[in-house]
């Protein structure tokens, strides 16, 4: 955030063998119930060259046609106004997008948002509202979050 300056990200799977990697203190979210649900995929974001400190955290499940965004949280050094990093959230859902890709699924993600958060997805993660909370990215909105956030 104070300098302006990009990193390169890597995102990968978060297996229960490695649960010790996450700080409790630094979620808001019980990730270990996350990790343990077999539905359920969880991926960490790091920077390359910092691969122990993980900046955030997002939870999907396969539903045959799209994907299901369960949680998605950035670190606590990563929130508010004292953030150190920006772009945390929705380079993980451009990462659940292109997991959706691979899967056949055209880059479908689904996910409900807490009601105040809504415009705030309409406008960073190009989401549309479909009623009450349940908001999806379709197509299109994928693959610009996914040019967003990497490089091929």
Known sequence: ???????DTEISMLQLENIEE??????QFD????????TKCV????IVNTPEIIHGLISIEDKTDHYFMHLIESAE?????????????GNLVAYACKVSFEKGYAGFIAFDAK??????YKETLYATHFRGLRMF???K????????????
Do not use: C, Q
Request: aromatic share 14%; charged share 25%.
């Open 115 to 120: 009601s105040s958060l809504i415009k705030h």
């Open 43 to 46: 991926y960490k974001l790091t």
């Open 1 to 7: 955030v104070n300098t302006g300056e990009v990193f």
């Open 77 to 89: 050094f990563n929130k508010k106004n004292n953030k150190m990093y920006l772009g945390v959230p």
């Open 137 to 139: 990215i379709e197509t």
């Open 31 to 38: 990730w270990t119930a996350e990790i343990n649900d077999k």
């Open 141 to 152: 909105a994928a693959l610009r979050l996914i040019s967003k956030y990497f490089k091929s």
């Open 22 to 27: 996450i700080v409790v203190s630094d979620w």
